[in-house]
């Protein structure tokens, strides 16, 4: 070896580590939603990415890419680097339903995902139509029963989100409820103003305006507490059903491998935005509840995960519903 090589490998041995240890990010982060713009996932990453890109130092680019019940947005963040740089919006169609109802997966969300955090859910509701004789639960499932062909409940669709719940709601209290299936919980609403469902099993948020100005009356919310949009509607568990429980979360996944320094530094963001009162103000003006100190971390909101993916088994079974 030369003199002038060796002094030259030498000047590049310092320089080498520098790099590898370069702070993360150096270049603009993208939140991938695999859905339409302007859903319940969409203002969510739109909401935390306009906060924590301050935070990070870098703009975060929100980019939707729907199609395939959320599995074509998905599986680009699974194909993705694990460099933190690409990442995944994700929610019960993409994260626990579809996965589960796909006969041949394209993807694992336990394995080729990492939970980041939870950022939000929205809890669901039943509510019926005004001229139906009934203010609670407990009369639904009496008034049902009476009925020859029963009270009509629409979903946004088989194996839906809102279908799931639906059918542990019925296993759990023998009610005669009828399932309509839709594409798309937004399918359902008109439907349902125009009298041609009885009910619809849907995320709060949707409804709130109907139940306000008297086009629906809500039943009940599958929530832990009430909420603080509807504070006089009792909880699905105040009227008897224990531990009744149905949201739609809306989390931040990363490809599998990503490094835990990325991961942390997302989840100090996430943390220090879920408690600005501001944003706090604007998940509860839709309906959303924040998330817990403990669902801001990998173990904690992969704990809340593997409960969603249970509960969906359990409905997938007694609805008999096969992968397709």
Do not use: C
């Amino acid at each position: 070896m030369t003199r002038r090589r060796a002094l030259l490998l030498a000047s590049l041995v310092p320089i080498a580590p520098a790099l590898a240890q370069a702070p993360w990010p150096q270049r603009p982060i993208r939140f991938i939603v695999p859905f339409a713009a302007g859903g319940n996932s969409d203002v969510t990453a739109r909401l935390f990415a306009n906060r924590i890109t301050a935070r990070l130092g870098q703009p975060i680019i929100v980019e939707n890419r729907s199609g395939a019940t959320g599995a074509i947005g998905t599986e680009a963040v699974v194909r993705a680097a694990p460099d933190g740089y690409t990442m995944l919006i994700g929610s019960p169609g993409s994260i626990v339903n579809g996965p589960l109802l796909q006969a041949n997966r394209r993807y694992d969300p336990i394995t080729d995902l990492v939970p980041v955090a939870l950022l939000g859910s929205v809890p669901m509701v039943i509510i019926i139509k005004p001229s139906l004789p009934v203010r609670t639960l407990g009369e639904l499932v009496t008034y049902s029963k009476a009925q020859p062909r029963g009270v009509t409940i629409g979903t946004s669709g088989i194996g839906g989100a809102n279908h799931l719940p639906l059918e542990l709601f019925i296993a759990a209290t023998g009610a005669n409820l009828v399932h309509v299936p839709y594409r798309g919980g937004g399918s359902t609403l008109p439907d349902f103003l125009a009298g041609n469902v009885d009910g619809v099993l849907i995320e709060m948020p949707s409804v709130l305006d109907l139940h306000r100005d008297g086009r629906g009356r809500i039943l009940g919310v599958a929530a832990p507490a009430r909420n603080a949009q509807l504070p006089d509607i009792p909880t699905f568990i105040e009227q008897g059903l224990a531990g009744f429980l149905a949201a739609s979360f809306v989390g931040l996944f990363a490809p599998s491998g990503t490094p835990p320094p990325i991961l942390a530094s997302v989840q100090a963001a996430i943390a220090e935005a879920v408690a600005d009162p501001e944003i706090l103000a604007r998940l509860l003006s839709f309906g959303a509840d924040a998330p817990t100190p403990a669902e801001l971390t990998t173990p904690g909101f992969a704990a809340l995960l593997q409960g969603e993916l249970e509960k969906a088994r359990r409905a997938i079974a007694i609805a008999g519903l096969r992968p397709e």
